[in-house]
C-alpha cells in the first residue's frame, strides 16, 4: 500500500498525518450515551440499529473508593442485556450486533490520568454480528510470550502489581491500557501494525507534536493507516532499526522489553490512541483484538482467566471469579480453586474470606469436555486498615503495607524437558524481605534476595534470578513466597508448561 502525507487541521489533529490512497477503517463503531438516552448506529450497509443505555451500576471498594465494576444495561433492537465495562471483558452478542464497553465516566472521578476522553456517560463499541473485532492481516501481538504467563494490568484495572493499589496514593490510576509482565532485557517487542514512527528516543516528528505522541527516552509512538497511534512504552533497548519519520513493518521487531520511564516493574505498556465520539484523542481498548489475534494464531483450546485481582480489608469476603475462561469447542466442566492454606474448592465463581494482611495468590484450573486443561491466577491483596491506622496516623509510609511481588520467567514458550529456564522476583513494599521459590516438581527450594530501590518501595531496583530445568513433560505450578519483618507474606505462582 503505497502511504502518502498530507495536512491537515481539525479537531487539533496534527498538522501531518498518515493517510493512504484508500484509508483504511476500523471494523466497529463508537458511540456515546447517557443514561437513558437512545442512539441509531448504522454499521456498514446494515439496518440501523438501535441502542439504549438504560442504567449504569457502579461498584467501588471500601478502602480507596476505587471503581472495581461498573455494570451498564443497555437495550439493542428490543433486547436488553448487562455489560460489564472493561477489567478482561470481551464483546458479547446482543440485539443481533456484538457490543463492549471500554470505559464509563465514573473511572474519571478520582483518576490520576484521564485518556479516556469520554463526552457522555458511556462509551460503546458495535461490530456486526460475525465480524472479526479486527481486520485480519493488519494486527499483530507485540510480545510472542505465552497469555498471562504473568502478571498483566488491562482494561481499566487499577494498577497493583508494585504496590500502587494502596490508599497511601490519593488518585487511583486505572489502567486504560494494556500492560503485558515480561522479563528484562530478554522479551522482545514487535510492531503491532505497520505505520510511520512519529515519536522515539524522546523526539517527537515535527509535524506530530499536536499528537497524542509524547515524547520519553523508552517509549515509541507509530501511527497507522487508521490514524491509530500505537504506544510501547518502557523499552530497555530500542531496535536501531526504528527511526523517527520512518516507516515500520506489522511484526518487526521493536526492542527489549524493560522498567524503563517510571514503570515500577519490568513490562510493556501497549496502548492505543484513537478518534472518539467526543471528537477527542482517546483510549481505544486494544483487549479484544489482542486477545482476538493470540487466539487465531496460537489456537489453544483452553485459555483460563482468574483477572482482574482484588484489594479487600482483612476479615471481608471475596468472590474469585473465573467465569472469563474460555475453551475453543465445546464448554468448560469444571472450575477447580486451589487457595491459600490449601482449601479447595470448585465453581466458576467462589467466595472465600481473608483474616491476615498480605498479597494472596490462588490458583484456578480450568477443563474442558475434551480433558484440555489451563491455570490462571488471581492476586488478592488484604490491608489490615485498623492497624495502619493505628501505627501510624491517618497515611501509612509504604513499608508499612504489607508486601507485593512479581515474578516472570523466561522463555514463556516451547520449554521442552532439560532446558534452562530463568526465574525473576521482586518484592516490593519492603526493605528486607527474601524470596523463596519452590518449582512444583520436588527439587528443593531455592532462596534469593531481590536489591529494594532505596528511596522508593514501589520501582523496582533488581531482580533476584535463578534458573531451573525440569526433567520431564508436564505442567507445573511454580510458586515463589517473600516475606518481610513483620512476617507479612506476598505470593506469586507461575505455570510453566513443559512439552517432551
Same mark, same amino acid.
Given at each position: 500500500?503505497?502511504?502518502?502525507?498530507?495536512?491537515?487541521?481539525?479537531?487539533?489533529?496534527?498538522?501531518?498525518?498518515?493517510?493512504?490512497?484508500?484509508?483504511?477503517?476500523?471494523?466497529?463503531?463508537?458511540?456515546?450515551?447517557?443514561?437513558?438516552?437512545?442512539?441509531?448506529?448504522?454499521?456498514?450497509?446494515?439496518?440501523?440499529?438501535?441502542?439504549?443505555?438504560?442504567?449504569?451500576?457502579?461498584?467501588?471498594?471500601?478502602?480507596?473508593?476505587?471503581?472495581?465494576?461498573?455494570?451498564?444495561?443497555?437495550?439493542?433492537?428490543?433486547?436488553?442485556?448487562?455489560?460489564?465495562?472493561?477489567?478482561?471483558?470481551?464483546?458479547?452478542?446482543?440485539?443481533?450486533?456484538?457490543?463492549?464497553?471500554?470505559?464509563?465516566?465514573?473511572?474519571?472521578?478520582?483518576?490520576?490520568?484521564?485518556?479516556?476522553?469520554?463526552?457522555?456517560?458511556?462509551?460503546?463499541?458495535?461490530?456486526?454480528?460475525?465480524?472479526?473485532?479486527?481486520?485480519?492481516?493488519?494486527?499483530?501481538?507485540?510480545?510472542?510470550?505465552?497469555?498471562?504467563?504473568?502478571?498483566?494490568?488491562?482494561?481499566?484495572?487499577?494498577?497493583?502489581?508494585?504496590?500502587?493499589?494502596?490508599?497511601?496514593?490519593?488518585?487511583?490510576?486505572?489502567?486504560?491500557?494494556?500492560?503485558?509482565?515480561?522479563?528484562?532485557?530478554?522479551?522482545?517487542?514487535?510492531?503491532?501494525?505497520?505505520?510511520?514512527?512519529?515519536?522515539?528516543?524522546?523526539?517527537?516528528?515535527?509535524?506530530?507534536?499536536?499528537?497524542?505522541?509524547?515524547?520519553?527516552?523508552?517509549?515509541?509512538?507509530?501511527?497507522?493507516?487508521?490514524?491509530?497511534?500505537?504506544?510501547?512504552?518502557?523499552?530497555?533497548?530500542?531496535?536501531?532499526?526504528?527511526?523517527?519519520?520512518?516507516?515500520?513493518?506489522?511484526?518487526?521487531?521493536?526492542?527489549?522489553?524493560?522498567?524503563?520511564?517510571?514503570?515500577?516493574?519490568?513490562?510493556?505498556?501497549?496502548?492505543?490512541?484513537?478518534?472518539?465520539?467526543?471528537?477527542?484523542?482517546?483510549?481505544?481498548?486494544?483487549?479484544?483484538?489482542?486477545?482476538?489475534?493470540?487466539?487465531?494464531?496460537?489456537?489453544?483450546?483452553?485459555?483460563?482467566?482468574?483477572?482482574?485481582?482484588?484489594?479487600?480489608?482483612?476479615?471481608?469476603?471475596?468472590?474469585?471469579?473465573?467465569?472469563?475462561?474460555?475453551?475453543?469447542?465445546?464448554?468448560?466442566?469444571?472450575?477447580?480453586?486451589?487457595?491459600?492454606?490449601?482449601?479447595?474448592?470448585?465453581?466458576?465463581?467462589?467466595? !472465600?474470606?481473608?483474616? *491476615? =494482611? /498480605?498479597? @494472596?495468590?490462588?490458583?484456578?484450573?480450568?477443563?474442558? &469436555?475434551? %480433558?484440555? +486443561? #489451563?491455570?490462571?491466577?488471581?492476586?488478592?491483596?488484604?490491608?489490615?486498615?485498623?492497624?495502619?491506622?493505628?501505627?501510624?496516623?491517618?497515611?501509612?509510609?509504604?513499608?508499612?503495607?504489607?508486601?507485593?511481588?512479581?515474578?516472570?520467567?523466561?522463555?514463556?514458550?516451547?520449554?521442552?524437558?532439560?532446558?534452562?529456564?530463568?526465574?525473576?522476583?521482586?518484592?516490593?513494599?519492603?526493605?528486607?524481605?527474601?524470596?523463596?521459590?519452590?518449582?512444583?516438581?520436588?527439587?528443593?527450594?531455592?532462596?534469593?534476595?531481590?536489591?529494594?530501590?532505596?528511596?522508593?518501595?514501589?520501582?523496582?531496583?533488581?531482580?533476584?534470578?535463578?534458573? !531451573?530445568?525440569?526433567? *520431564? =513433560? /508436564?505442567? @507445573?505450578?511454580?510458586?515463589?513466597?517473600?516475606?518481610? &519483618?513483620? %512476617?507479612? +507474606? #506476598?505470593?506469586?505462582?507461575?505455570?510453566?508448561?513443559?512439552?517432551?
Amino acid at each position: 500500500m503505497r502511504l502518502l502525507l498530507t495536512r491537515r487541521a481539525v479537531l487539533g489533529a496534527p498538522a501531518v498525518i498518515l493517510r493512504s490512497a484508500t484509508q483504511r477503517r476500523p471494523l466497529h463503531q463508537s458511540i456515546e450515551l447517557n443514561a437513558g438516552e437512545t442512539a441509531s448506529v448504522r454499521l456498514g450497509a446494515g439496518q440501523p440499529v438501535s441502542v439504549t443505555v438504560m442504567q449504569v451500576d457502579e461498584r467501588r471498594d471500601s478502602i480507596r473508593n476505587a471503581l472495581r465494576q461498573t455494570r451498564v444495561r443497555v437495550k439493542v433492537n428490543g433486547e436488553e442485556a448487562w455489560l460489564v465495562s472493561g477489567n478482561y471483558r470481551l464483546p458479547v452478542r446482543v440485539g443481533g450486533v456484538q457490543m463492549d464497553c471500554p470505559a464509563t465516566r465514573g473511572l474519571e472521578s478520582n483518576s490520576t490520568l484521564k485518556l479516556w476522553r469520554l463526552g457522555k456517560e458511556v462509551r460503546l463499541r458495535l461490530w456486526p454480528e460475525n465480524s472479526p473485532w479486527i481486520e485480519p492481516g493488519t494486527f499483530e501481538l507485540p510480545l510472542k510470550s505465552r497469555w498471562f504467563a504473568t502478571d498483566t494490568q488491562m482494561t481499566n484495572e487499577p494498577t497493583f502489581v508494585n504496590g500502587g493499589d494502596s490508599p497511601a496514593l490519593a488518585t487511583v490510576y486505572y489502567h486504560n491500557d494494556l500492560d503485558f509482565g515480561g522479563a528484562e532485557g530478554l522479551e522482545e517487542t514487535y510492531a503491532a501494525a505497520g505505520g510511520l514512527v512519529v515519536s522515539v528516543r524522546n523526539e517527537v516528528h515535527p509535524s506530530y507534536r499536536e499528537s497524542p505522541a509524547r515524547p520519553r527516552p523508552d517509549v515509541i509512538y507509530v501511527v497507522d493507516d487508521r490514524g491509530w497511534y500505537y504506544r510501547y512504552s518502557h523499552h530497555q533497548s530500542i531496535d536501531p532499526a526504528v527511526r523517527l519519520g520512518e516507516r515500520v513493518e506489522m511484526g518487526q521487531r521493536l526492542g527489549r522489553l524493560g522498567k524503563e520511564g517510571g514503570a515500577g516493574w519490568s513490562h510493556l505498556h501497549f496502548g492505543i490512541q484513537a478518534r472518539q465520539p467526543s471528537g477527542e484523542w482517546g483510549t481505544e481498548d486494544a483487549y479484544p483484538f489482542v486477545w482476538e489475534t493470540y487466539v487465531r494464531k496460537h489456537k489453544p483450546p483452553i485459555i483460563a482467566v482468574a483477572r482482574p485481582h482484588h484489594l479487600v480489608r482483612t476479615g471481608e469476603e471475596v468472590e474469585l471469579d473465573g467465569s472469563l475462561s474460555w475453551c475453543a469447542t465445546g464448554k468448560i466442566v469444571r472450575y477447580e480453586w486451589t487457595l491459600s492454606g490449601g482449601t479447595r474448592a470448585s465453581g466458576a465463581r467462589v467466595r !472465600h474470606r481473608y483474616n *491476615r =494482611p /498480605g498479597s @494472596y495468590s490462588e490458583i484456578l484450573k480450568v477443563t474442558d &469436555g475434551a %480433558g484440555n +486443561t #489451563a491455570w490462571d491466577f488471581c492476586v488478592v491483596q488484604v490491608l489490615d486498615m485498623d492497624k495502619l491506622a493505628a501505627a501510624s496516623g491517618a497515611k501509612a509510609p509504604h513499608d508499612a503495607y504489607p508486601p507485593t511481588i512479581h515474578a516472570v520467567y523466561w522463555p514463556t514458550t516451547d520449554i521442552k524437558p532439560g532446558r534452562s529456564i530463568i526465574f525473576r522476583v521482586f518484592t516490593y513494599r519492603a526493605r528486607d524481605a527474601e524470596e523463596t521459590w519452590d518449582f512444583g516438581d520436588g527439587s528443593p527450594k531455592v532462596t534469593v534476595r531481590s536489591k529494594p530501590e532505596p528511596k522508593f518501595l514501589l520501582t523496582a531496583g533488581e531482580y533476584a534470578e535463578t534458573t !531451573h530445568t525440569f526433567t *520431564r =513433560p /508436564g505442567d @507445573y505450578i511454580v510458586r515463589v513466597e517473600s516475606r518481610n &519483618g513483620r %512476617g507479612e +507474606t #506476598a505470593a506469586a505462582h507461575l505455570w510453566v508448561p513443559v512439552r517432551g
